[in-house]
């Protein structure tokens, strides 16, 4: 690894100033379990790390009115167990209890897993050219091993959204609040991240001189449940391949608020509008959870060596959709 | 004078156990001598490259760095025939360039940014077609085929055997390359003391491999060098590079300072040795009833930029096709290939595994095509005690080989079908099998098995020392290493039953060049049979030694041993050995010097493994339900080890079987996931119940009638649960890793469907 100095402020105003300094190449560390593993393999050289750690701030669970804000240094194990993780928000506890392993839940914050860079493994490997990466070329296009690209296109770059806390996030409607030098902006978080098309540089809209603070979700209606389903190679510590986040409520039988966000397949959590339509307002069937997964999947143009992971996500999505009724129904 | 067993064949408490529990055992990495620099390796970022020029000014007057080597500073001396201690051309990305020692690790890796070299980059070439074209890029002068020829090895005449078939099968099978993943990376720590050096490393031979080396590249007499392993994090025949040891000390004098280089998981997969990708094209001739009249395998291996074990690796892959079912004809070609991949090496069961692979699943093809029960199929035509029809080809006075291809020998034992029959009955295979591919449903479970022949660990030289000291307890030396199998146990149980003493008063001293007398590798499973034969053979000559003493001291004309107690029938008393010894001026020593093998016999190990699968239609996903490994590794030298040996090898292979890769980029030739994460090696949640059976009795010969159990756990399981795919799904797998990338390509290729 290469030499950084560790900066250490306790106040969020003293890390935003520290970020627009405009001295050396800089970066918010907060759990650090990303980041690290790029500074070790000398993906990325920042050179001066700001620790978010004394922001005390960050790590609330509040209930504000009718929302519930989660601090952006919020733990993934403390997600894991947080009681006011219930009802319509259980989905949130389901997806980061997937997450990696325990060791790593424990020092992995929410933030964290929101700016969590590409898994590309011609990404992450500091001996091959990655157009993210400053570079012209993108070896990934022409290599067999394709099992973590995109399934729905780039364009350029087809590295996918890994995070596993994402499709749950916005299945549930949630907010995002970022901090910078002229205050405070609040978004929803499927705006908040952003395809190759945008930026072929970086995954979301934070500037560099921004902090993620928190992550806000709204009220829902109490009827309403999630589930959120993962197809991965090992049972603990993967990313992954495809994975889908349903939540919907029914009443009366009939499907209300659907919302159906997959993850692992587009360079964002990929919402289908769509197939949310097909969803909403009808009764809940073998066949309407076949149409609304061929819907989701219309627009699937997977690359040479991952057409697999469309078949992997119409059984995922046509399973998950089913599943939230059982969870509707027993709770 | 033999007595009922009382040692061997216990789980006594394994020995060190309680140090490692507590985290106290040493291992080489932990090792600390005073005025220690750390060292640190420059890798080469191209596949195959010529180095125009090295600058490492700037990395030498970087302050606290002591000492930085390039091909220049280095003696051109060849380690093993295809490589030198730093090479003036780079041969695969990760290619050791140059080497410093710094202060601190961190320091090291400074000056490692600081080191300009120029390359001139050559033409590389990866995969093995292209390779043995005329006109490819040479990895190395003497040409990509290993060696200048293929291996061959034959029995009988296979096209007569093809002609007298009525089915003829065929197959290719693919299987990847991947990393052996031990817990511990490799380490070496030197210190010279004048002309004398000490190297303490990871390694699997201290004598054969690490001290022989070390005395020929820097010119120095064995006299001068010490190795020694101390507790090793994982053996699996890959720690057998040859640069660590000879780099380490190079630095070390060159600093005049102790050296340690201890490799980076990422290191560790790139420039360990690994697993080389092979290719294997199988034919079967089989008459009407399913009597296999020819068994022809070609199996090409792409050995990557260095091969320390040669064709050894790719022989092994055919010793399945040779001899696991009676057959008077059969044939192996193996080729072994240099690339510009990454080193290829041994790793545990060597090609065994692959081979077993492509015969065991094509051989499940034969007997659903026939409509025979594979069970039933293996009962009937697996090689039985006899061996293989045919005429000897060794000389009568010459010792057998236990890789056998000739006919007409018989096993010293064989316990195939007790293993088919034990197995059976523990996964109640015949209430339970369902016809090949009869379930329906997204999920779909299934049964599958797969056989094993494995070398007899013998054929090698061993010596052993047994000592008996004054303050009463038993000094075992030898030279192999516990490559973290447990062999210090194994042989401290030999040797106190041999001695009819109680097992904590045996000391064991082991992988010291120093203080231990010449050895083996610790490799091809030969530990238990062949330095156990010499430990005991030590032990009983010691115990020899003690009777006289005893006699002289009780004043009887014979003595016997018991329990820990000298006896006579002429005298009612009885005197303890630690009175015995307690008298004696200096130490009893036993020793033992043995060729381990049988001219009359071939000594081979087997196994039946069964596998239960649930295969996701929709997802691809292969779920292990549960597991049974039954072995005939002659008598259980101790049965707790026994097991966590079989059911390691099993986790091991299971990994290996269903996600374990490492994948390696072309055309830049670089390794993609160094990591445990990208290199799915698997976590303890994904394995299933494994039951582990020793159904068999023991083997006439070997000590303690043992034979050999290291490998032969790894051997079936690619094929086990292959089998058990296909038994599940109508699916045939034919390429290892079985991912769901593969296991749904091969049902939307195969034509089947979810329902």
């Given at each position: 690894m290469r030499p950084f100095a560790f900066i250490e402020p306790m106040t969020l105003a003293e890390v935003v100033q520290l970020l627009d300094s405009g001295q050396a190449p800089v970066q918010l560390i907060a759990g650090g379990s990303d980041l690290l593993t790029l500074l070790k393999d000398d993906v990325v050289h920042d050179e001066r790390l700001v620790s978010?750690?004394?922001?005390?701030?960050?790590r609330h669970i509040r209930q504000e009115g009718d929302t519930l804000r989660l601090g952006a240094l919020v733990t993934l194990t403390r997600l894991e167990y947080d009681?006011?993780?219930?009802?319509?928000?259980r989905i949130l506890a389901e997806a980061a209890r997937g997450v990696a392993t325990p060791e790593i839940r424990h020092q992995g914050t929410l933030g964290g897993n929101l700016c969590q860079r590409p898994r590309c493994l011609f990404y992450r490997s500091a001996l091959t050219p990655c157009l993210k990466k400053g570079?012209?070329?993108?070896p990934a296009l022409e290599?067999?091993?394709?099992?973590?690209?995109?399934?729905?296109?780039?364009?350029?770059c087809f590295s996918?959204?890994?995070?596993?806390?994402a499709p749950p996030l916005i299945a549930l409607g949630a907010d995002v609040t970022l901090v910078g030098p002229t205050g405070e902006r609040t978004m929803p978080l499927e705006q908040f991240f952003v395809g190759p098309e945008r930026d072929i540089g970086y995954?979301?809209?934070?500037?560099?001189?921004?902090v993620l603070t928190a992550v806000t979700l709204p009220r829902l209606p109490d009827m309403w449940r999630g589930t959120y389903l993962k197809a991965r190679e090992?049972?603990?510590?993967d990313f992954p391949l495809v994975s889908i986040a349903v939540g919907y409520a029914l009443s009366a039988g009939v499907i209300q608020q659907p919302r159906l966000v997959l993850g692992?397949?587009?360079?964002?959590p990929w919402r289908s509008p769509e197939a949310e339509a097909v969803l909403a307002g009808q009764p809940l069937s073998d066949e309407l959870a076949a149409h609304a997964t061929e819907v989701a999947l219309t627009a699937a143009q997977p690359l040479r060596h991952n057409a697999f992971k469309v078949d992997m996500a119409r059984a995922l999505v046509a399973r998950a959709i089913t599943a939230v009724a059982t969870v509707a129904t027993s709770t | 004078m033999e007595t009922e067993a009382t040692v061997v064949g216990t789980a006594v408490p394994r020995l060190g156990l309680a140090q490692k529990v507590r985290g106290e055992a040493r291992y080489t990495a932990d090792l600390k001598r005073p005025g220690m620099l750390y060292g640190r390796v420059l890798r080469s970022p191209h596949a195959h490259a010529r180095i125009v020029h090295i600058d490492a000014a700037e990395a030498v007057r970087l302050?606290?760095?002591h000492a930085v080597l390039t091909h220049w500073d280095?003696?051109?001396?060849?380690?093993?025939?295809?490589?030198?201690?730093?090479?003036?051309v780079v041969r695969?990305?990760?290619?050791?360039v140059a080497v410093v020692a710094a202060e601190s690790e961190a320091l090291a890796e400074d000056a490692l940014r600081l080191i300009q070299v120029q390359y001139d980059v050559l033409p590389a070439v990866f995969e093995v077609e292209e390779a043995l074209q005329p006109g490819a890029p040479t990895v190395h002068p003497q040409g990509n085929l290993v060696d200048g020829e293929r291996l061959l090895v034959a029995r009988g005449d296979v096209e007569q055997g093809f002609a007298e078939a009525t089915h003829i099968f065929a197959g290719t099978f693919r299987t990847q390359f991947h990393a052996p993943v031990g817990m511990e990376t490799r380490a070496a720590l030197a210190e010279w003391q004048g002309e004398t050096l000490t190297v303490w490393k990871t390694s699997r031979?201290?004598?054969?491999n690490d001290r022989q080396t070390l005395a020929r590249v820097l010119d120095?007499?064995?006299?001068q060098i010490r190795v020694v392993c101390p507790?090793?994090?994982?053996?699996?025949?890959?720690?057998?590079?040859?640069r660590l040891a000879v780099l380490v000390a190079l630095l070390a004098r060159q600093a005049g300072r102790p050296v340690r280089i201890e490799y980076s998981r990422a290191e560790e997969f790139v420039a360990g040795r690994n697993r080389q990708a092979a290719v294997h094209h199988l034919r079967i001739g089989v008459r009407?009833?399913?009597?296999?009249?020819a068994i022809s395998m070609q199996s090409t291996m792409n050995?990557?930029?260095?091969?320390?074990?040669?064709?050894r690796v790719t022989r092994r892959i055919g010793q399945g096709a040779l001899y696991?079912?009676?057959?008077p004809h059969a044939r192996f070609e193996g080729t072994t290939v240099y690339t510009h991949r990454p080193a290829g090496g041994s790793f545990r069961g060597l090609g065994a595994p692959l081979g077993h692979f492509a015969l065991e699943v094509l051989t499940d093809q034969i007997a659903a095509a026939l409509h025979i029960d594979p069970l039933d199929y293996r009962l009937r035509f697996h090689v039985t005690?006899?061996?293989?029809p045919g005429q000897r080809?060794?000389?009568?006075?010459a010792l057998l080989p236990d890789e056998p291809v000739e006919g007409g020998v018989s096993f010293s034992s064989n316990g195939l079908r007790e293993c088919l029959l034990a197995g059976a009955e523990q996964i109640d295979w015949r209430q339970r099998r369902q016809p090949h591919g009869s379930a329906t449903g997204p999920l779909r479970r299934g049964l599958g098995l797969a056989m094993g022949i494995y070398k007899g660990g013998v054929g090698r030289e061993a010596e052993a020392e047994v000592r008996l000291t004054p303050a009463g307890r038993v000094q075992v030396h030898i030279g192999?290493?516990?490559?973290?199998?447990g062999s210090t146990t194994i042989l401290a149980q030999i040797a106190a039953e041999a001695l009819s003493?109680?097992?904590?008063?045996v000391d064991m001293v082991m992988a010291d060049t120093a203080n231990t007398p010449p050895a083996h590798i610790t490799?091809?499973?030969?530990t238990t049979i062949t330095s156990g034969a010499a430990v005991k053979l030590a032990a009983e000559d010691a115990r020899r030694h003690l009777l006289e003493r005893a006699a002289v001291v009780m004043q009887v004309p014979s003595v016997c041993l018991q329990a820990g107690y000298c006896s006579s029938d002429a005298t009612p008393q009885r005197l303890d050995v630690a009175s015995v010894l307690a008298g004696m001026p200096a130490d009893i020593v036993g020793t033992a010097q043995i060729t381990s093998g049988s001219r009359d016999y071939l000594i081979n190990a087997f196994a039946a493994h069964f596998a239960e699968v649930e295969v996701?239609?929709?997802?691809?996903r292969i779920r292990l339900l549960r597991y049974v490994a039954a072995h005939?590794?002659?008598?259980?030298?101790?049965p707790r080890l026994a097991e966590n040996q079989v059911s390691g090898g099993v986790l091991q292979f299971l990994g290996i079987a269903l996600r374990e890769e490492l994948y390696v980029d072309?055309?830049?030739?670089?390794?993609?996931n160094p990591s445990f994460l990208e290199h799915k090696s698997?976590?303890?949640?994904?394995f299933p119940p494994i039951d582990v059976l020793f159904p068999a009795g023991p083997d006439?010969?070997?000590?303690?009638g043992a034979k050999a159990l290291g490998?032969?756990?790894?051997?079936p399981v690619l094929a086990a649960v292959a089998n058990a795919v296909a038994n599940a799904t109508g699916v045939w797998l034919d390429?290892?890793?079985?991912t769901p990338k593969r296991v749904l390509q091969a049902i939307h290729e195969q034509g089947k469907r979810s329902v």
């Open positions: 978010l750690a004394g922001i005390d701030a960050l009681e006011r993780l219930r009802g319509p928000y570079g012209v070329d993108c290599s067999p091993y394709q099992a973590y690209l995109s399934i729905m296109g780039g364009p350029r996918v959204h890994a995070s596993d806390l995954e979301n809209v934070r500037a560099a001189n921004e090992r049972t603990a510590g692992g397949v587009a360079p964002t | 302050a606290g760095v280095v003696p051109q001396v060849r380690i093993d025939p295809d490589m030198l201690p730093l090479d003036p695969f990305v990760g290619d050791e031979s201290v004598h054969a120095l007499p064995l006299e507790n090793m994090g994982g053996g699996f025949g890959n720690k057998d590079e040859g009407q009833d399913g009597t296999p009249t050995a990557g930029a260095y091969v320390a074990t040669g064709v696991l079912y009676t057959c005690r006899v061996g293989q080809t060794t000389p009568p006075d192999n290493v516990d490559v973290g199998q003493m109680p097992i904590d008063r490799a091809g499973s030969s996701d239609m929709r997802s691809g005939d590794s002659g008598r259980i030298i101790h072309a055309p830049s030739g670089v390794t993609l698997t976590s303890i949640v994904d006439p010969l070997g000590p303690h490998e032969p756990p790894v051997v390429e290892a890793p079985f």
